[in-house]
């Protein structure tokens, strides 16, 4: 019976990453065949899975749609295509179609029309991750830049604001603006309780509250010390090593000073009765993190992050605001990504840092574990990191594709059954070379 738990936590987290995974390639996958369809090339088969067929319906315009066995993947095959891949003619079928037939096929269209339907798959990864970004950016709309008091969070100690106040200072430093009451908060020196200047029911009053950056955990980072020990949202960390902290900018230098040691915590959780103190042993993990100049710094960490003690009250977000801002968003996944992927080929920092698909299943088990918006959020950004990746000029990827049809562009033909073969199989073996060496990581690292 003990290991029904350990067999539920595999399914579960098998569950979410094939979930994951086709919603991702079929976002992909449909890109191709939409695209393709507009500008002419007919698909014959739209199939999500690989393997034997387990459901299938053909449509008025003779596409089969299929759900196949092996759910890791998916492709489109186009009238004419040899395989799956479209990397090579099926010259059989090929000779039997006249001049207006061979149109419809993806050897035989333009080059604009192929260019387009190989470069739309990652471009709907990207449409993909920005429309729920935006999504969720209109949903829960942004903070009101007035430092206004929303909800509180369960806190030891004395907590004497209420929802609705309007903080005004923080000892005797005015906070005008939301922007002000961080910039407050950061030179706050920690202490057991903070003066809070603030309106209520249109009086001035000042009242005591924990300090503005509390020790307490907005998030658990995934893959981290604090997830393995069970550590959950909301915990208020009261000591480490048997040192008292009462502002979160007094954790990071005390774990740091381990050096990768153990270190014992003492925190506070909320529950029906008020609240409760427990110790929990952590080892902190060596850390690649993206700087703003786009390097990188090795910390110590438990897997933290900071926030409020309380909600921030929240503007409406408009489609105009919102879809620029998702658009950054994938901006910065994509400019940390191959920074990162940089910095690993050049060895500035661990090649670690690249998951393979055991960490990337994981990785989905978690986060559909926090909840479904944490794990939508995280389909968006693996959308983003497949786009990306199929962008890559490697043969048999997109990318490699359209490096093909660039040189068609320019010699005016494309290149020779012999040199497509042979780049193909050289990309294959890129590829497969690749995910070898990120499996290892994720058994090894």
Known sequence: MGMLPEFGNLFFT???FVVALSIIVTVHEYGHYIVGRWSGIHAEVFSVGFGPVLLKRT?????QWQIAALPFGGYVKFLGDANAASAGADDEVMSHLDASQRRHTMHGAPLWARAATIFAGPAFNFLFSIIVFAGFLAVQGLPADTPRVGTLYPMPGVVELREGDLITAI???ETPALSDYYAAAAEVAPAPSVTYTIERDG????????????????SIALNSAARDAALQTGDVILSVDGRPIYAFSQLPPLVAEAGGAPVDLTYWRADDEGGNEAEVALTP???DLPLPDGGYETRWLIGLTSGTFFDHPTRPVGVTEAVPMAVGQIGDIISNSISGLWHMITGAISTCNLSGPVGIATTSGEMASDGLASFVWFIAVLSTAVGLLNLF??????GGHLVFHAYEAVRGRPPSERVMGALMTTGLVLLGAL??????????C
Do not use: C, S, W, Y
Not at 59 to 63: A, E, L, N, Q, V
Not at 203 to 215: K, S, W
Not at 435 to 444: H, Q
């Open 14 to 16: 098998l569950g979410a």
């Open 59 to 63: 449509d008025k315009r003779g596409t």
């Open 171 to 173: 000892e005797g430093q």
């Open 203 to 218: 009086q001035v009053m000042r009242v005591e509250g924990p300090h503005p950056l509390p020790a307490r955990a907005a």
């Open 285 to 287: 993990r060596r850390t």
């Open 393 to 398: 000029p490697i043969p048999i990827l997109d």
């Open 435 to 444: 995910m070898i060496f990120a499996l290892g990581n994720d058994l090894f």
